[in-house]
């Protein structure tokens, strides 16, 4: 056993994990306050301020995508327990320790969600109306993370912009919001693809790899092409 | 480390993008393997999956707080979640620590403690009798599988690795519920920080690729139950496989089975 281990961990560290890295320049959380380094110690105290923290996050995620009740608890369960098996991962270097969380808890509840063979999607085709503040509990970095994020969302175009929602927030599959906005498909995949590369850049996250020819992640996506 | 990595083509960011937004139907998911495997990408199930993950929580972040939900977790709910995050989190504590019991603590440390487990029994009677929020335990989700004609079990093999000869147990897996369980004595205790068990699911009837079926930790040898997470669904498991991973799992494994369980 200790002999398998030890070679699986020199062939795992010798693997590329995606060579996502955050960017140093970007104001990051300090650690000073964060709950899942204490959850990696195996503090049971942080579990009950972690869900004071992110409860009500994770909840909303999970309703929004999944709807019923009953599978939100079911699949808002399995995401905390993700949550807590993943904290040791987690590095404020890379992303804030609210959008780690988010990361973690939409990943199980769109498992959740295929798994359970779900569904119509609940947003709707509405954008939303007006933009309020972050909640209170957000700390000042945090709110600096989504107050850019939110100023390169507002960059895009309409229609780019309705596609990425519909994906991000409804969960809807690339098709079905071709066939719901009458748009070619290669059209809407674009849209998204170009979102996130470029919503990557804004975060710091590189992989060592350039975007494809047309596809340019830069800051502001105000150029309404589509490749 | 100035060493280049391949450029990644326009499928597999689409592919990844969708992942990251609604996740990838079935023959998505093996056209992401191919693709990925294609640009030499070997892991894709890290948490950032190349950011593209990361990026759409962000997104998801910046829109929900320009359109704060009124929704909060239910309480009954959140009781739960303390219930399975305090056993969860406590394993991940350092075995070097102080056994509990052996520095006695204040007594009114031990008088809070039982206040605070009797006004939790009080809560769950009161959860019983009303009907709300009582979940059975694995174990008796095990049962209640069990129990069904169309639940099938199978029992492990360890293969032949170096300290997995010796482990037992099954796999109780309902095709209909979509449900399972990993009943386990004797595998290894792995440091959840190098690696951890992944769980793969072998159903040829829908794909050639094997179903992810979670990443877990064997915090004991003892026996461990562990729940079957498949990524998507299974109509009729031929075999289950543990394999040892990077922590979070991988998309495609490259790792020496090293349990079994497989149809006769």
């Known amino acids: 056993m200790d002999t398998l281990l030890a070679e699986r961990r020199t062939s795992l560290s010798a693997t590329s994990f995606g060579g996502a890295r955050m960017s140093s320049l970007l104001p990051r959380t300090s650690s000073d306050d964060a709950l899942l380094p204490r959850i990696a110690k195996g503090d049971e105290g942080a579990v009950e301020a972690c869900l004071d923290r992110y409860g009500d996050l994770v909840w909303r995620i999970a309703r929004r995508l999944v709807g019923d009740a009953d599978t939100a608890a079911d699949v808002v369960q399995e995401a905390f327990i993700d949550i807590w098996r993943a904290a040791p991962r987690f590095d404020p270097e890379q992303a804030s320790e609210r959008t780690f969380v988010a990361m973690i808890a939409r990943r199980r509840v769109i498992d959740g969600w295929r798994a359970r063979q779900r569904h119509a999607p609940a947003t709707s085709l509405a954008e939303p109306t007006a933009i309020a503040d972050a909640p209170s509990r957000d700390r000042l970095e945090e709110s600096d993370e989504v107050a850019r994020i939110q100023g390169l969302l507002s960059t895009l175009d309409p229609i780019p912009r309705q596609v990425l929602r519909l994906a991000v927030l409804g969960g809807w599959p690339h098709r079905q919001i071709a066939t719901e906005l009458g748009l070619p498909l290669g059209t809407v995949k674009s849209h998204i693809r170009r979102a996130l590369l470029a919503l990557r850049s804004q975060l710091g996250v590189r992989d060592g790899t350039p975007p494809p020819e047309g596809d340019a992640a830069s800051p502001s996506m105000k150029d309404g092409g589509v490749a | ?264």
């Open chain 2, 1 to 264: 480390m100035t060493q280049r990595e391949p450029t990644l083509e326009t499928p597999l960011l689409d592919l990844l993008s969708e992942r990251a937004t609604a996740g990838l139907d079935a023959a998505s998911h093996t056209a992401l393997r191919e693709e990925a495997s294609r640009a030499s990408v070997s892991d894709l199930g890290a948490d950032g999956a190349l950011g593209f993950a990361l990026a759409a929580a962000a997104a998801d972040l910046a829109w929900g707080a320009a359109s704060p939900g009124t929704e909060h977790l239910p309480a009954p709910l959140r009781v739960r979640i303390v219930e399975a995050g305090g056993a969860e989190v406590a394993r991940l504590r350092a075995p070097s620590r102080s056994p509990a019991g052996s520095t006695p603590g204040p007594r009114w440390l031990a008088w809070s403690g039982m206040a605070a487990a009797m006004l939790l029994l009080g809560f769950l009677l009161t959860q019983a009798f009303t009907g709300v929020g009582v979940r059975p335990t694995p174990a008796e989700r095990v049962a209640m599988l069990e129990a069904r004609d169309d639940t099938l079990v199978l029992a492990w093999k360890g293969l032949d690795q170096p300290g997995f000869e010796r482990v037992t147990g099954d796999v109780v897996w309902n095709d209909t519920r979509q449900e399972g369980y990993m009943r386990l004595r004797g595998l290894p205790v792995n440091d959840a920080g190098e690696a951890q068990y992944q769980l793969w699911i072998v159903d040829p009837a829908r794909d050639k690729h094997p179903v992810d079926g979670g990443v877990f930790d064997a915090r004991s040898e003892g026996e461990i139950l562990v729940p079957i997470r498949a990524a998507l669904r299974v109509d009729r498991p031929a075999a289950f496989v543990l394999t040892l991973e990077q922590p979070g799992g991988v998309v495609v494994s490259d790792g020496p089975h090293l349990v079994l369980a497989a149809r006769g």
